[in-house]
């Protein structure tokens, strides 16, 4: 159904999908998703329930970082689409009652943007230089990176622009993504151009990447802490280049342009900050509207640090902006292979990579972490296959593999597979076409597909599609800050939010709910109702002022 056009603060609590293009549905049969798979697969997302989309970068791309290194912002990526194909697709998710955010890619281009290549083709004093940042490397030949900043990808954050001459240039990403330069006057004019090009087209907002690094001390100063050089560094106040408090400046000028629609755009940050309380710093009426928690995307299935996450969470923006909510994305292990193992924390499934996994608790942790996540106040982000009980696919062999980021080893393409859609005989599971995919599927994901799940009551696929439904039943205007936590033992998170309560057991023993409870939705299959059994998340009304469940 058409949403309320005149709805300002439908990003407040909306179920955002992320559409990782690639992956999602190939419409043309060449392996490789594109807009017109996502266009015939709308109706599909209609009935899932989500309120919007965000899609990962759509833009021309030489490909080097799944399109996180863009050389044109004003068209489609070829392999898929045309712009009147995403403009297609923005009708009819809006046609569909679905909202559509972008990525947008500030931080770097890719090498093969003219801006980039006009830079390198122009003499060193050229403003066309201002664009990026150049330095001549140290050392007597200057075969020296100019100072000692690392790549998140592997290696240094600096690659010389010819083997003799003296300057390089920066990357905290790939080396075919040269960081832009936020001090240039022209580029920061080119960006509101951007922003307005993709409003215009109609999409209600925009994902910031790599948000809060855009601007970098201009000195260019070597890091001194060894921990630094790390994503999350300890000094983030004078870190040379990340979180600089002069970031927002940016997005002051990006919300006036948001603003000046009718409803204004909206922007939603991918800020790896500290603390919830630097992360506020870039939430307010006058900067950006809200920004992703990834507490819980590394956070282990543990009651207690899972509590700590959502008070934390919850207290650090003190009302300043709805709460979001990320379990998985396009960047990380999925979760059902995180919750698969004795320690269930991020860093942990990054050390044990390809070890043997309980996959069939990883789910069950999982269908529970969802309904844990959707009822929680604010907005929830869903990773494309997280419906379908995706795991990792942790044994692609090394010659198949995409990803340039080799710090993070061995790279993500392992949550990146095409997603199943049918169990139609195809090597993708009616992916598209009838070859491979651009990365190779599991044989055993036509269990899994959409088909197979869809008609299945007890599969992951139904439990998402009944949850948000509910969940857009039972929300009411104000439950987007509301929280208050229930009596209950320690391994057990129960609370409530508007009328819906929750209860989350995460302990050993089964948690018995008193027989007046009104039970609307369980994690678990099958059995009583009224017990919580380990690992399940069971959903229950209760009206205002009413007693707990227990
Ligand atoms: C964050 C994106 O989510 C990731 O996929 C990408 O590699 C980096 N930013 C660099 O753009
Ligand atoms: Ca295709």
Same mark, same amino acid.
């Given at each position: 159904?058409?949403?309320?056009?005149?709805?300002?603060?439908?990003?407040?609590?909306?179920?955002?999908?992320?559409?990782?293009?690639?992956?999602?549905?190939?419409?043309?049969?060449?392996?490789?998703?594109?807009?017109?798979?996502?266009?015939?697969?709308?109706?599909?997302?209609?009935?899932?329930?989500?309120?919007?989309?965000?899609?990962?970068?759509?833009?021309?791309?030489?490909?080097?970082?799944?399109?996180?290194?863009?050389?044109?912002?004003?068209?489609?990526?070829?392999?898929?689409?045309?712009?009147?194909?995403?403009?297609?697709?923005?009708?009819?998710?809006?046609?569909?009652?679905?909202?559509?955010?972008?990525?947008?890619?500030?931080?770097?281009?890719?090498?093969?943007?003219?801006?980039?290549?006009?830079?390198?083709?122009?003499?060193?004093?050229?403003?066309?230089?201002?664009?990026?940042?150049?330095?001549?490397?140290?050392?007597?030949?200057?075969?020296?990176?100019?100072?000692?900043?690392?790549?998140?990808?592997?290696?240094?954050?600096?690659?010389?622009?010819?083997?003799?001459?003296?300057?390089?240039?920066?990357?905290?990403?790939?080396?075919?993504?040269?960081?832009?330069?936020?001090?240039?006057?022209?580029?920061?004019?080119?960006?509101?151009?951007?922003?307005?090009?993709?409003?215009?087209?109609?999409?209600?907002?925009?994902?910031?990447?790599?948000?809060?690094?855009?601007?970098?001390?201009?000195?260019?100063?070597?890091?001194?802490?060894?921990?630094?050089?790390?994503?999350?560094?300890?000094?983030?106040?004078?870190?040379?280049?990340?979180?600089?408090?002069?970031?927002?400046?940016?997005?002051?000028?990006?919300?006036?342009?948001?603003?000046?629609?009718?409803?204004?755009?909206?922007?939603?940050?991918?800020?790896?900050?500290?603390?919830?309380?630097?992360?506020?710093?870039?939430?307010?009426?006058?900067?950006?509207?809200?920004?992703?928690?990834?507490?819980?995307?590394?956070?282990?299935?543990?009651?207690?640090?899972?509590?700590?996450?959502?008070?934390?969470?919850?207290?650090?923006?003190?009302?300043?902006?709805?709460?979001?909510?990320?379990?998985?994305?396009?960047?990380?292990?999925?979760?059902?292979?995180?919750?698969?193992?004795?320690?269930?924390?991020?860093?942990?499934?990054?050390?044990?990579?390809?070890?043997?996994?309980?996959?069939?608790?990883?789910?069950?942790?999982?269908?529970?972490?969802?309904?844990?996540?959707?009822?929680?106040?604010?907005?929830?982000?869903?990773? +494309?296959? %997280?419906? @379908?009980?995706?795991?990792? !696919?942790?044994?692609? *062999?090394?010659? /198949?593999?995409? &990803?340039?980021? $080799?710090?993070?080893?061995?790279?993500?393409?392992?949550?990146?597979?095409?997603?199943?859609?049918?169990?139609?005989?195809?090597?993708?599971?009616?992916?598209?076409?009838?070859?491979?995919?651009?990365?190779?599927?599991?044989?055993?994901?036509?269990?899994?597909?959409?088909?197979?799940?869809?008609?299945?009551?007890?599969?992951?696929?139904?439990?998402?599609?009944?949850?948000?439904?509910?969940?857009?039943?039972?929300?009411?205007?104000?439950?987007?800050?509301?929280?208050?936590?229930?009596?209950?033992?320690?391994?057990?998170?129960?609370?409530?939010?508007?009328?819906?309560?929750?209860?989350?057991?995460?302990?050993?023993?089964?948690?018995?709910?008193?027989? +007046?409870? %009104?039970? @609307?939705?369980?994690?678990? !299959?099958?059995?009583? *109702?009224?017990? /919580?059994?380990? &690992?399940?998340? $069971?959903?229950?009304?209760?009206?205002?002022?009413?007693?707990?469940?227990?």
């Amino acid at each position: 159904m058409p949403y309320d056009v005149a709805d300002r603060s439908w990003w407040q609590t909306a179920v955002v999908y992320q559409v990782y293009v690639r992956s999602f549905a190939d419409g043309n049969g060449d392996g490789i998703g594109d807009l017109l798979g996502l266009r015939q697969r709308l109706p599909y997302l209609h009935e899932l329930g989500v309120d919007a989309l965000w899609i990962t970068p759509w833009y021309s791309t030489p490909g080097v970082d799944g399109g996180y290194d863009v050389s044109d912002y004003y068209d489609i990526n070829p392999e898929y689409g045309t712009l009147a194909d995403a403009e297609a697709v923005i009708t009819e998710a809006h046609r569909l009652g679905i909202r559509v955010i972008a990525d947008i890619v500030p931080n770097h281009t890719s090498d093969q943007h003219p801006w980039f290549q006009r830079a390198i083709a122009a003499d060193p004093a050229d403003p066309a230089r201002n664009r990026y940042w150049f330095r001549p490397g140290r050392g007597e030949h200057a075969n020296l990176p100019p100072n000692n900043w690392l790549s998140l990808f592997g290696g240094p954050a600096w690659t010389r622009l010819t083997p003799e001459g003296p300057d390089w240039y920066l990357h905290l990403f790939a080396a075919g993504q040269p960081d832009l330069n936020w001090t240039s006057p022209a580029l920061a004019a080119d960006f509101e151009q951007v922003l307005r090009f993709w409003f215009d087209r109609g999409i209600d907002g925009f994902r910031i990447d790599v948000a809060h690094g855009l601007t970098k001390d201009p000195l260019l100063p070597d890091l001194v802490h060894g921990d630094d050089l790390v994503l999350l560094g300890g000094a983030q106040q004078s870190h040379p280049h990340w979180d600089r408090d002069e970031t927002i400046d940016i997005y002051r000028r990006w919300r006036t342009v948001a603003d000046s629609y009718d409803p204004p755009k909206v922007f939603v940050a991918e800020a790896w900050v500290d603390s919830t309380e630097r992360l506020r710093r870039y939430l307010s009426p006058d900067a950006l509207h809200s920004a992703f928690n990834f507490g819980l995307l590394g956070c282990p299935w543990q009651a207690a640090a899972l509590r700590r996450e959502i008070v934390d969470h919850l207290a650090g923006l003190g009302g300043a902006a709805p709460a979001t909510w990320v379990l998985s994305n396009h960047d990380v292990i999925r979760h059902v292979t995180r919750y698969s193992r004795e320690d269930t924390s991020l860093d942990e499934a990054r050390q044990h990579y390809g070890e043997p996994a309980d996959l069939e608790l990883g789910r069950r942790r999982a269908r529970a972490a969802a309904l844990l996540t959707l009822a929680l106040p604010g907005s929830t982000y869903i990773y +494309q296959g %997280d419906e @379908l009980s995706l795991a990792e !696919v942790e044994d692609l *062999p090394a010659a /198949v593999r995409q &990803d340039p980021n $080799t710090s993070d080893a061995p790279g993500r393409d392992g949550c990146r597979i095409p997603l199943p859609w049918a169990a139609d005989g195809t090597p993708t599971h009616g992916f598209g076409g009838t070859g491979p995919g651009w990365l190779p599927s599991p044989p055993d994901w036509a269990t899994l597909s959409v088909t197979t799940q869809s008609g299945d009551p007890s599969s992951s696929l139904t439990l998402y599609r009944t949850a948000l439904a509910l969940r857009s039943k039972l929300r009411a205007p104000g439950d987007e800050h509301d929280l208050h936590w229930l009596d209950a033992s320690p391994q057990v998170l129960a609370f409530r939010s508007g009328t819906l309560g929750c209860v989350v057991n995460i302990g050993r023993e089964p948690v018995q709910l008193s027989t +007046q409870t %009104d039970v @609307l939705l369980t994690s678990g !299959v099958g059995g009583d *109702p009224l017990v /919580v059994e380990p &690992d399940t998340t $069971t959903w229950i009304h209760i009206p205002a002022a009413s007693a707990g469940p227990f």
